[in-house]
Each structure stands twice: as C-alpha cells, then as structure tokens.
C-alpha cells in the first residue's frame, strides 16, 4: 500500500532518480540535438562558426537570386526574366532556406530580423553584431559573383525608390512592409514554427505578397543587407539610408506588435526558433557513431 501510494503521489523509488535525471535531460534535449549533457549550448561558441556560416550562405543565395534577376535582364535584354518571377524568385528561397537550415542558425538572413529577435529576448545580443556581418558579407560575395559572371549593368539588381519617390516615401513603405514582415516572422517563432514548413510557407508567401504591389514604390527589400551590400559593390548609394532605417525602424514596431498580441517574449519556442538547433539529426561528434561500452561487449 504504502509502494502503491508513493507511486500515485509520483515519488521515485530509491535508484529510480539517475533514471528521472537522464529523462528530464532528454526531455530538455528535445528539439535541442547540440545539448550534450541535456542544456542548449547556444552559449558554446564551438557552434558559432556553424551558424555564422549558415547566415553567410542562406544571405548569398538569398541576394544571388534577388539581385540576379534585375541583373540577368539588363544583360540580355528585354523581359528575360519576368516581373512576377523576380518578386517571387527571392520568396520562394527564403522558404527554401528555412527548410534546408533554419535549425542551424535560426535562418534570419537580414540585420532587421537578428535585431527583432534579440529585442524580443529570443537571441542574444552579444551574438547579433557577428551575424549582421555574415548578412553583409553574404550579400556582397553574391553581388560579386554577379558581376564577375554577367558584368555590371548600371543600376541593375538595386533596390531604388520608383519613379517620381521620394525617398522619405520610400523609408516609410519599407518601414511598413517591414513591420508586416517581422511580425510574421515574430508571429511564427513563437510557435517553434521558425524551424519547421509553416515558417517557411508564411514567410515566403508574405514576401512575395509584399513584392507583387510594394516593389514598384520601393523595391520591396524589407532587408538592409540585401539593399547595401550590393550598393556597396556597384558602387551606387542612392537613397541607401532609406533601406536602412526603414527595415530597422520596421523590425522594432513589430517587436511592439508582438508584445501587444502575445506578451514578452523569451519562450523555449521563441528561443530554439531564433537561435536554431543545428538540425534534428545532428549528434556531436563526427563520422560513423561511435560503439557504447556495451557493444563492445
């Protein structure tokens, strides 16, 4: 009776607690494969090499698509590629980049998004500097290659206010459709989405909505690294403080919309989002697994 009791009341039998202990630490470990004794190390700087790089390669394919359609037509001519394609093209590989390693580095690919997480208590912002400079960087090596493979073409591949916008008028559209865009992203990190196919169907879909009636007004970049790292590049800084401001200023009211809707920020759902995990599958240590004492028995 009293065995019987004890189990009701949920108290461990002696010898049970090393089992307790190693369940609570896998429990914690769910969705956290880079935990080795059972915590999330995203405070181990031996994974920062990993996600710095994530952000580097998920910015350049990112700028590679976006800046490469304005600069694939310049070089050939006419509507190569068209205008709809152009808008949904960069879309389509944020959500393709999600995907393939959202859970490596938390997929922000823009300083706007680093910001807001870390403003919303999702991301540290000890880390934030390094990864704004693996965005810029990113979007530069993209531009490069860009220009090395097909030349420059004027303005081709920037983002610029459109004809007859000021760019006062272009800093406030990209300020709202940034908000529109953070709050999504906000929005989806908090349901541990960020790292799954909603975040990447909601983002996507947002920025190629965002595009279709917004890239006239401003361009659409919602993305300060999209915007000057090629403007660094090609050597053109029209209207460049537009595409900084605004995305950033839009990145802080969504944090404000965030905390209006659901509150402070913080949760294990927001954090793993925007920190990532490094993948579901990975296990520390390289190469084939290694044998347990027992196998080797």
Do not use: C
Not at 59 to 74: C, I
Not at 137 to 149: E, P, Y
Not at 277 to 292: I, K, V
């Amino acid at each position: 009776m009293t065995n019987q009791a004890g189990e009701r009341a949920g108290l461990p039998e002696p010898g049970q607690h090393e089992a307790i202990r190693r369940s609570e630490a896998a429990l914690r470990s769910i969705g956290q494969p880079n935990s080795v004794t059972g915590e999330f190390d995203f405070w181990d700087d031996s994974y920062e090499g990993r996600r710095l790089f994530s952000e580097l390669l998920g910015t350049f394919f990112l700028v590679l698509v976006a800046v490469g359609g304005g600069m694939v037509n310049a070089r050939f001519g006419g509507n190569a590629v068209p205008y709809t394609a152009r808008v949904v093209a960069p879309a389509l590989m944020v959500a393709a980049i999600i995907l393939f390693m959202g859970t490596v580095s938390g997929a922000h690919l823009n300083p706007a998004v680093s910001m807001a997480f870390a403003a919303r208590g999702d991301f540290p912002w000890r880390r934030v500097p390094a990864y704004v400079v693996a965005q810029f960087l990113g979007a530069a090596l993209a531009t490069l290659l860009l220009w090395a493979l097909i030349g420059k073409h004027g303005s081709a591949g920037l983002t610029l206010p459109g004809p007859g916008i000021s760019t006062g008028i272009a800093l406030v559209w990209e300020l709202v459709l940034t908000t529109g865009l953070v709050s999504v992203i906000l929005g989806t990190a908090s349901g541990a989405q960020q790292i799954g196919p909603l975040a990447a169907i909601g983002v996507g879909a947002y920025i190629a909505l965002a595009g279709l009636w917004g890239s006239p007004v401003s361009g659409a970049s919602m993305n300060p690294a999209r915007s000057l790292g090629p403007a660094l590049i090609l050597g053109n800084w029209t209207s460049w403080w537009a595409y900084l401001v605004g995305p950033i200023a839009g990145g802080i009211i969504a944090v404000s919309v965030a905390s209006v809707l659901r509150g402070r920020g913080g949760g294990r759902s927001g954090v793993a989002a925007a920190q990532g995990t490094l993948g579901a599958g990975w296990r520390p240590g390289s190469g084939p697994r290694a044998a347990t004492p027992q196998e080797h028995h």
